[in-house]
C-alpha cells in the first residue's frame, strides 16, 4: 500500500507525526473489522432494523462498520451522531454508556434531520430500565483478555442512572499486542418537568500495551504471514492513551415547539505512542523503524447544537419546519516522530534487533478546526402515503495550522449544501425511496514530503444518489434494496510534488438486507454489498496509479442466524466474506471468509438470574492480512474463543 499509488494518489496521506496514533487505531479498527462480523449475536441481530451495521456491547452484525461505509471512511466526514445530535468525536463513546451503535444508510437515514454523504453513524445512549439492577460479570474475551465488568440500572422519582465499569487486567489484542485496560461511564437523567428533560453522561477509557506495529509491503508483493499472536515491537515500546467522553443532552416541549439542546467535549490523551512499522518483500526480507512520539491530547473536539422544530397539519398534509445551528471546535496537537532504526531481519522467523531505546526530540505544532453550520429544514407527510424532506446547510469552515516547521497555514471556506429525499409508500408493505445528499468534508494538510508541506487543504464536498425499495416479507421480515452512487475529489501528490486535489474517487453500487423472523423461534440478520470503486484524474490517465481504490473490498456480504430453544437457549452462526482488497498498482489481496459459532443460555444461579455467553470467531482459521485505506497491513485475527458469565443482582431478583 505504500507503493505508487498510495503515495501519489491517496485521499489523505499518513504524515510522520500522526502515523503512530493513527495506526494504532487503524489497527484496531481493522481488527474490529474483521472480528465483528464473525462477532455477531442475538444482542446485536434483535437491536438491529437491517443489515447494513448495528453494534451492542464488543459483539457487532451487518455490512458496515461505524469507522466505514460503503468503501469510505467516515471519521474524514464526521458523520457522527449521539441520539441523533451532531457529534464530533476526538475517539469512540466507551460502551459502558451505550445501549447500542447504529449505521444509518438508505431509508433509515433518508428522514435525519442532517444526513450525510455514505451514511451516519448514531449512538444510543442507555436507558435505565423499569426495574433498579445491578449485573456483575467476568471470564474471557478474545485471544485470552481476562475481563470483570458490572452495571448498574437505577430509577429514583424523576431520576435515573445507567452506566458501568469493564476492568481488563490481562489484555491481549489480535497483533500479539499484550498490556490492561479499564473503563467506565454513567448516564443520568433527568425528568425536570412534564415535556422536559436533562441528560448528563461521562465515561473514562483508560488503556495501556507493548507497542504498536504494521506492515508495509515492498517490490509490490505481499509480504509472508505474521506468525500468530506475536509482538514485533521492541520491548521498550509502549502505548498509553486516555480516552474522555463528556456530554449533555436537552429536549423539551414549549408553546408547540420542540426544542433539542446538546454539548459534548471528546478528549483523546496519549502519554505514549511508539509505532513500528516493517517494510518487508515477499521472501520476509524485512526493515524495522520505530516512530516514537511525545506525551500529548493528540485531539480535544468540543461540539454544540441547537434545534428548534414545529409540527403542524394542513388538511391531510403533516408539516415540520426545523431550524437549527451546530458548531464544533477541534484541536489536534501535532509532534514530529523520532525515527529509531532497528535493523533489517527474517519477517517469518524472526524478530527486530534489539535497539537502545531513546527519548523523544523533536518538534510541536498546532491543528485547529472551527466550523459553524446553520440548518433550515421542511418536511411534508400525506396521508401515510408519502414523506418529503428538504434542507439547506450554509457551513462556515476554518482551517490553522502551525506545522512543526514553525510556519503557520489557514484556510477559510464558506459554502451551502443541500439534501432532498423522499419515501413513498406503496402499499403498507411496499415502499420506495430515493435521496440527494451533499456535504464537507476535511482534507487535513499536506504531509511533510511535499513541496508544500503542512500547507491546509481545503475541505472536500461530496455528493450522493441513492434510491430504493423497503418491502415486508411478513409483519416481522423486512428486505430493503438499494441503488447507491457516492463520489467526493481525491487527493494526493502531483507531477511537481505538491499535495492536492488530483481526481476523483467515485462507489457506485448495489446493497441488501433482510432483517427479522423466519419463525418465532429464528431470527436473521443477512446483507450483501457490491459496488465499483473508480479513481479518475491526471495520474491515472498517465498510468502512474491505478483506478482502484486502495484498501477497499468491494464485494462484502455477511450472514447472521439464530436459533431459539425455549426460553433460555439460544444458538447463533454467522458467515462473513469480504472481498479483495488492493494493494497498491501490482496487486491485490485475497478475499476473507470467517465463519463464527455461539451459545447464549439464561439460568437461575444461587436464586439469581444468570447469562452465559460463548463464542467461537474465525473458526475457519483464516490467515493472512487486512489493509487499511492508509496503505498500512495488519494481520487477519486468528481463532478465538470467548466466554462471558454475568449475574443479575437486584431487588427483583
Not at 423499569?130 to 485471544?143: A, H, Q, S, W, Y
Amino acid at each position: 500500500m505504500h507503493g505508487a499509488r498510495s503515495w501519489l494518489f491517496s485521499r489523505s496521506a499518513v504524515r510522520a507525526d500522526a502515523i503512530a496514533p493513527l495506526s494504532r487505531l487503524g489497527g484496531i479498527v481493522l481488527t474490529f473489522a474483521a472480528a465483528a462480523p464473525a462477532a455477531a449475536q442475538d444482542n446485536a441481530v434483535t437491536s438491529a432494523a437491517d443489515a447494513f451495521g448495528e453494534r451492542v456491547g464488543i459483539e457487532q452484525s451487518g455490512l458496515y462498520t461505524e469507522s466505514q461505509v460503503r468503501g469510505f471512511d467516515l471519521n474524514d466526514s464526521g458523520a457522527y451522531r449521539i441520539d441523533d445530535a451532531y457529534f464530533s468525536r476526538a475517539q469512540a463513546l466507551d460502551d459502558t454508556i451505550l445501549a447500542g451503535v447504529s449505521v444509518r444508510v438508505g431509508v433509515n437515514a433518508a428522514r435525519l434531520p442532517y444526513p450525510a454523504p455514505s451514511g451516519v453513524v448514531n449512538y444510543r445512549l442507555r436507558e435505565a430500565g423499569p426495574t433498579n439492577e445491578l449485573r456483575v460479570g467476568g471470564g474471557f474475551r478474545d485471544f485470552g483478555t481476562r475481563v470483570v465488568q458490572g452495571d448498574v440500572s437505577w430509577r429514583a422519582g424523576a431520576f435515573s442512572l445507567a452506566g458501568g465499569v469493564v476492568w481488563r487486567p490481562v489484555w491481549h489484542l489480535a497483533q500479539g499486542y499484550r498490556g490492561s485496560g479499564i473503563n467506565g461511564g454513567a448516564v443520568v437523567g433527568w425528568n425536570v418537568a412534564p415535556g422536559h428533560r436533562l441528560r448528563v453522561f461521562g465515561s473514562v477509557n483508560d488503556r495501556e500495551y507493548d507497542g504498536d506495529y504494521a506492515v508495509i509491503p515492498t517490490a509490490g508483493a505481499i509480504p509472508p504471514n505474521l506468525r500468530k499472536l506475536h509482538q514485533y515491537s521492541p520491548e521498550w515500546a509502549r502505548t498509553v492513551a486516555t480516552t474522555t467522553n463528556l456530554g449533555l443532552l436537552y429536549r423539551g416541549e414549549l408553546h408547540g415547539f420542540t426544542v433539542d439542546a446538546s454539548a459534548f467535549r471528546s478528549v483523546f490523551s496519549l502519554d505514549n505512542a511508539d509505532n513500528t512499522l516493517i517494510s518487508s518483500d515477499a521472501q520476509g526480507n524485512a526493515t524495522a523503524t520505530t516512530l516514537r512520539t511525545p506525551k500529548r491530547d493528540y485531539r480535544v473536539s468540543n461540539t454544540g447544537e441547537i434545534r428548534l422544530g414545529r409540527a403542524f397539519d394542513t388538511g391531510d398534509f403533516g408539516n415540520h419546519v426545523t431550524l437549527s445551528l451546530r458548531g464544533r471546535d477541534t484541536t489536534t496537537e501535532l509532534a514530529s516522530s523520532l525515527a529509531i532504526p532497528l535493523g533489517a531481519f527474517d519477517l517469518a522467523t524472526g524478530d527486530p534487533p534489539d535497539m537502545p531505546e531513546r527519548p523523544w526530540s523533536g518538534t510541536r505544532g498546532e491543528d485547529t478546526v472551527t466550523q459553524t453550520t446553520a440548518s433550515a429544514g421542511y418536511g411534508l407527510t400525506w396521508r401515510d402515503r408519502i414523506q418529503l424532506r428538504l434542507a439547506a446547510h450554509r457551513t462556515r469552515y476554518h482551517k490553522t495550522v502551525l506545522s512543526t516547521s514553525g510556519a503557520t497555514s489557514e484556510r477559510l471556506s464558506e459554502t451551502t449544501h443541500y439534501n432532498a429525499s423522499a419515501v413513498v409508500n406503496l402499499s403498507d408493505r411496499a415502499a420506495v425511496f430515493g435521496s440527494w445528499v451533499t456535504g464537507l468534508e476535511e482534507s487535513g494538510s499536506a504531509p511533510a514530503s511535499a513541496i508544500n508541506r503542512e500547507e491546509v487543504l481545503p475541505p472536500v464536498e461530496a455528493e450522493q444518489f441513492e434510491l430504493g425499495a423497503r418491502y415486508a416479507l411478513s409483519p416481522r421480515l423486512t428486505l430493503i434494496g438499494a441503488l447507491f452512487d457516492v463520489s467526493k475529489p481525491s487527493q494526493g501528490f502531483r507531477l511537481d510534488r505538491t499535495f492536492g486535489v488530483v481526481g476523483e474517487v467515485r462507489h457506485r453500487g448495489f446493497e441488501a438486507s433482510i432483517a427479522g423472523e423466519l419463525t418465532p423461534e429464528t431470527s436473521i440478520l443477512a446483507g450483501v454489498v457490491a459496488f465499483e470503486s473508480e479513481l479518475t484524474g491526471t495520474l491515472v490517465d498517465a498510468g502512474l496509479v491505478g483506478s482502484h481504490d486502495v484498501g477497499v473490498s468491494q464485494r462484502v456480504a455477511n450472514a447472521t442466524i439464530v436459533r431459539r430453544f425455549g426460553r433460555d437457549w439460544s444458538l447463533d452462526a454467522t458467515v462473513s466474506y469480504m472481498g479483495e482488497r488492493w494493494a497498491d498498482t501490482a496487486n491485490s489481496f485475497k478475499a476473507v471468509t470467517t465463519l463464527s459459532l455461539g451459545l447464549r443460555h439464561g439460568f437461575m444461579l444461587g436464586g439469581r438470574r444468570a447469562d452465559l455467553r460463548i463464542l467461537g470467531s474465525n473458526l475457519l482459521g483464516e490467515e493472512g492480512y487486512l489493509v487499511a485505506s492508509s496503505g498500512l497491513l495488519s494481520p487477519v485475527p486468528p481463532r478465538t474463543v470467548r466466554a462471558v458469565l454475568t449475574v443479575a443482582l437486584g431487588a427483583n431478583d
